[in-house]
């Protein structure tokens, strides 16, 4: 078990630089269970607890046509994670592996995803099943499962000519 802040055998801190604003918005906030993060599950389940999202205005608009597909992407800001890990040692085994080949949520920007079971809409709420975040995580964006779509058409001669 990770505990708070703790930098195992062979990973490496660095001092990130400072943050420019990239204009992110929050377009709502998570609703879970878990209030701590050594008790939130490592990877949400498709039969786990109810989580609600509910959506701020003037984003739930947006919310139309979602009721159609049975699986959601939810993307989340990790609020409470450090952002200043380049190795890690997620097992604590003695391996030590760059960031990006991890799920870890420790991240220079740390942007969480989940692919939700849908359950239903409540007014500016969202009802899914198979979160893995902390009550009050703040939302960055929802979008349909990827893949509940069916694909585009292979590319067609001049597709990717560059005009000179």
């Known amino acids: 078990m990770v505990r708070y802040n703790e930098i195992r055998e062979g990973e490496v801190a660095i001092e990130p630089p400072a943050p420019t ?6 377009i709502g906030r998570i609703r879970t269970p878990w209030t ?11 039969d786990g607890p109810i989580c609600r999202i509910e959506i701020f205005e003037p984003w739930v608009q947006a919310l139309q046509g979602l009721d159609q597909y049975s699986k959601v992407e939810v993307l989340y800001w990790l ?3 450090r952002r200043d890990l380049v190795l890690q ?11 990006f080949s991890l799920r870890s949520p ?3 920007n740390p942007i969480g995803t989940s692919v939700a079971k849908f359950v239903g809409i409540e007014g500016a709420t969202v ?3 198979g979160l893995d975040c902390l009550d009050g995580t703040p939302l960055i964006d929802l979008k349909p499962d990827r893949c509940q779509f ?3 058409a292979p590319p067609q ?3 990717f000519e560059v005009e000179a």
């Not at 604003?21 to 929050?26: Q, T």
């Not at 040692?89 to 960031?99: I, L, M, Y």
């Open 36 to 46: 701590d993060r050594m008790m939130t599950p490592r990877q949400g389940r498709h």
């Open 127 to 129: 009802l899914v099943r």
């Open 79 to 81: 609020h409470q994670s």
């Open 150 to 152: 069916t694909p585009i």
């Open 106 to 108: 420790v991240r220079p």
């Open 157 to 159: 001669a001049g597709d």
């Open 89 to 99: 040692s997620p097992a604590s085994d003695g391996t030590t592996r760059g960031t």
């Open 21 to 26: 604003d990239a204009g992110l918005v929050f």
